[in-house]
């Protein structure tokens, strides 16, 4: 990369890791707030809603946020090119936003909890709305990650007042998901409004062929982020019907700290993945080394962290959620290696197989360790508790983090071998 490009990669894994932590800090103050004024049975609604909306947001993603990102970065120069894949990325998202609401009305009229929280559940679907068609992917596409990341930190910080200011009693918990869903609403139509009045993007026809082709190109990622999002949401619940609830609260509790220091940790891997879709386009060689520099990367720093955590881990999580996890220090000690496979398996995964022609691969490797997320989590999690829950979790990480290096390792060889028998025959 040139110097000009270096400085612009660095200053966006700056911002992006400057807005990741305000976005884990809003909480701090919004939460608080929020479980006692709507009390508990108020706020546990409010959660309730909010892990159901998120399948619908997970419908509605589809795997875009990849596709569609690494579409963009190698048509960045092309206006028109650009302009037809936004309006396809959209429409395909209306579909599904759609299609996701007729499954909540159903579910509605066939579950009496869900229909109990109706209206909830409806004012809770317009941040659905609104954080499916904002276009991050877009900006992420083009390399302004900066201009985005100002506009959703702003906005989210501007309704943290507005929370603590209207949410007061057990009967907000609507305001609640009106304030929630309005932020959302928000950043979409302004980002929305940048993109057409900075004229990034021009009007573009798009009909239902088209639309059915990119949801039948994108189905492999939708089918690879589907189980994941499953086998993680999954994990409490099956040690809950295996054990006590006190170990599913530790379990819950460490697997929630790891995986929020393996996001901060990733994150740069969220920052370079346009960058090395426009490699794995224009120059394919050059992509490889970017993603083996970012796997020595993450090695040495997730390795640092490994041991920061493995000592220090149980007191942060005491710190976090309160005395009663003072005795976690083994399931702590357990998943200390999760930052360090996870931020592997991205590098591996989303970064190298998904931009250089791996995606069955991806798709399969993720889809077995989920299966062997479940039998593991059966068996261990019913034997240790949330010991056995964190081994379960160790495990499958693992499985999916050697498996990614393993097709990695023979996928970006075989392209080198390729490029070299190219360059000889010319």
Known sequence: MSMSNSRKVALNIA???VVQALNLFTPLITFPWLSRCLGLEGFGNYLFVLSVTAYCVLLSDYGFNVSSTREISISRDNLSLRSKIFFETMGCKLFLITLSFIILIALTCQIEKLALLRNELFVAFFYVLGVSLTPSWYFFGIEKIVLFSVINTVLK?????????????????????????????SICILCNSYLFFKKEIVLHKIGLSFIQKRLKNDFQLFVSFLAVGFYTSLNPALLGVVTSVQQVAIYAGTEKMIKTIESIMAMPATVL????????????????????????????MSAVLMLIIFIYGDRLLAIIYGSEFVGA????????????????SIAFGNLGLLNFGGKKAFTNILLCGSVLNVILMTFLGGKFGSSGAAMSLVLTTSFICISMGIAWKILSSNTLCQKSISEELI
């Open 15 to 17: 911002v992006t890791w």
């Open 157 to 185: 910080a501007i309704f943290v007042p507005i929370t603590v200011l209207l949410v007061k009693n057990p009967n907000d918990v609507i305001v609640a998901l009106w304030i929630y869903a309005t932020t959302s609403i």
């Open 273 to 300: 993945f346009s960058r090395v879709s426009h490699l794995s386009s224009h120059n394919r060689p050059t992509g490889i080394k970017l993603v083996n520099r970012i796997v020595l990367y993450f090695t040495v």
């Open 329 to 344: 220090t083994e399931t702590v000690r357990i998943v200390s290696v999760i930052p360090l496979l996870g931020a592997l």
